[in-house]
């Protein structure tokens, strides 16, 4: 993050409270409490496929939330260089560190690409943010070992949690 810049997390979180609440997804069942719970307290690194430079966006101020309750972010967009004062990655090979989760603000139909990156770099989970389903790609990705959740706001379900960076 660029120095004196500032986001307004408690309004960004509101919008993401009200865009959960208001859903009527039946998708959100498969959502087991138990998975999300394993993933937010065993994830220390996360690839955000789809990070965004503007701060209006869940692509932006998500990752930013998560970045500030510990968690080290790698910013995948290949038209950025640079993102939360570090390097951004084109695509999930291109990072060099171990990734535990892929957290995804893409459209449903990238994500089976982005599940089978996520499997060759060693992904122990995928997150589709809210709105995204790919049933399919879900299925794939569980088949191999990773956990998922789709259709599901990682800030809120964070906040709603408890889990803290030293619980991690």
Not at 14 to 30: E, G, P
Not at 108 to 129: L, S, T, Y
Not at 139 to 147: E, M, S
């Amino acid at each position: 993050m660029i120095q004196g810049q500032t986001i307004n997390i408690k309004n960004s979180v509101l919008a993401c409270i009200i865009k959960t609440r208001t859903r009527n997804s039946k998708v959100l069942v498969v959502n087991k409490q138990e998975t999300i719970q394993k993933i937010l307290s065993e994830t220390k690194s996360i690839a955000v496929v789809g990070f965004s430079s503007n701060h209006h966006r869940a692509g932006y101020y998500v990752p930013v939330y998560l970045q500030r309750a510990g968690y080290r972010i790698f910013p995948v967009n290949p038209n950025l260089d640079q993102a939360l004062g570090g390097f951004a990655f084109p695509d999930l090979n291109s990072i060099q560190d171990p990734v535990d989760l892929v957290l995804v603000f893409r459209r449903p139909e990238n994500i089976p690409g982005i599940v089978d990156e996520a499997i060759a770099i060693g992904a122990k989970a995928i997150w589709m943010q809210l709105g995204i389903v790919n049933v399919s790609a879900a299925q794939k990705a569980r088949a191999a070992g990773l956990d998922v959740v789709m259709d599901a706001c990682m800030m809120v379900e964070h906040r709603q949690s408890g889990v803290k960076a030293t619980d991690r």
